[in-house]
């Protein structure tokens, strides 16, 4: 015996619809826990005047404000701060 699904019961993909969807593209972390990882800077042929620039545009002045900095070449940098402004709900 064999099952065989309805084809309309098939899952959309964005090529059924004609849409363009970004590429995939790979986070690398360049800050961790304070600390630029070098390799990973090279890797998305950046260096550390890049870093420290983006990080002032943000408010930050030193990379051991940050616990955790990607970047993504779809959707840029992303930065997670040791302290962020977030309230604590006191119970």
Known sequence: MSILKKSEYDPVTPKDLDIKNSPA????????DGSIVQENLNSINRNEKWLMKKL??????????????????TSGLHIDLYEDDIEQKKE
């Open 25 to 32: 593209s790979i986070d690398f972390e360049i800050i961790y």
């Open 56 to 73: 002032r545009n943000k408010g930050i002045n030193d990379a051991t404000e940050v616990f955790l900095a990607t970047y993504n070449a």
